[in-house]
């Protein structure tokens, strides 16, 4: 086995961001983590502890690791210049809408940028694929586009009508819509195959474990702390392929070289970097709400993940820099 091809029998190709053995363990396998978690819950296991491994261990880390790259690095300080300051209104936002008796509103907001920042990330890791099979065709790309963010975010916004809107006869037009969407992206996969076009096997092989991952998730959160329990489940799979894309850039663009600050220094080994991540979170996100536990706090530290949407989306853009191509091998 090749470390950066296997060896598929047509009509697959297989071309990986990183390695076989690192894409298919982190990128696509570590899929399989969210879904022991989710029969757990199903089994009845508690929540909490759960929850504490992915809020200090794994998500919460995650979430402030976009720091060693834009924050801690001097060169992206000065290309991102003023963005850098948007943490400040991030953290404002949740707060003005609790003091004007909108923290429903707020609350509802939050979790669904989340929810399409988690499906935003999955579809990045489907345009790396796509670039590395010189997938360009335009019709592959719309119908890849809309068949994954629909298939992410339907789950999520059937979870809202039903507990949270008089709507959930909405059910008649979404579900048979999807269901023709769905149809026609297996149909081109059938007309590509039969046409002698090599399919990219990573891409659906990522699409084949997150698609149903998402829609179990959010059938199991049929209870109160539905939202954290799918929040949990489908936040484990994306922070595990968000650290290890993270770590595979900042060595390939820092490690060796002078000139980055704390970017530099943190990329020479793992243990630093994730002990950066960690720590940040602790006394950033963790400490706080545990010390000072309030409705306005609460709201304000949503900032912080605000400003990881935010800056990613800048971030990850590989047309036009040069560095970030580099840094990724593309």
Known sequence: MSTQSIRLEAPFRAKWIISGREDLTWFI?????????????????PLTPLYLIWLVGIDGP???????????DVQERRRLGGLLWIVIP???MGPIMVAGKAGTLFYVIANGWLHYHIAKQHFGFVMLYKHKAGDRDRFDFVLDRWFLLASLMLPYARFMLYNFTRMPNLDR??????ALLVAVFLVRQVQKWRAGAL???????LLGVVVPLQWLAFQQAGYSDGLLRAGVALGLFHSFQY???????NRNRYAGTEGYGLAGALAR???????AAVLLNLVLEVLPTRLMPNAYLS????????THYILDSKIWRVRGNKELAAALKL
Request: cysteine-free; hydrophobic content about 60%.
């Open 269 to 275: 080994k793992f243990v630093y970097y994730f002990s």
């Open 173 to 178: 037009v979404l579900l048979p819509a999807y």
């Open 243 to 249: 650290h290890r894309l993270m770590w595979f850039h």
């Open 299 to 306: 709201a304000a530290l949503w900032g912080i993940p605000f």
């Open 199 to 205: 399919l990219n096997a990573p891409k659906l092989m």
């Open 29 to 45: 396998g570590s899929s399989l983590v969210s879904y022991a978690v989710l029969a757990l819950m199903a089994s009845g296991f």
């Open 90 to 92: 991030a953290m404002m």
């Open 62 to 72: 995650h979430v402030l690791a976009t720091v060693t790259r834009t924050y801690f």
